[in-house]
């Protein structure tokens, strides 16, 4: 085998394996959609019980594991 034809298959190979290996696809892991990011409440009198739902998706193929809310 010649040494340019050489060449060309192991850059062909290494990227390849680049491609296969290294960089992750979208579709493999979890994504999160949120229908609304941000409520507004208007006026709210002290001691009044506020609840809001915020509805969450996951549009990923893998399952979307929630740890931890802050409130703000």
Known sequence: MKSPVKKFYLLLIFFIYIF???I???SSTP???LDDFSYMAGDI???EELIHEFKISNTGDKTL???KIDTG
């Open 65 to 67: 594991v929630i740890e």
């Open 20 to 22: 296969m290996f290294c």
């Open 31 to 33: 994504s999160m959609k």
């Open 24 to 26: 992750p696809t979208a």
């Open 45 to 47: 009198i002290e001691g």
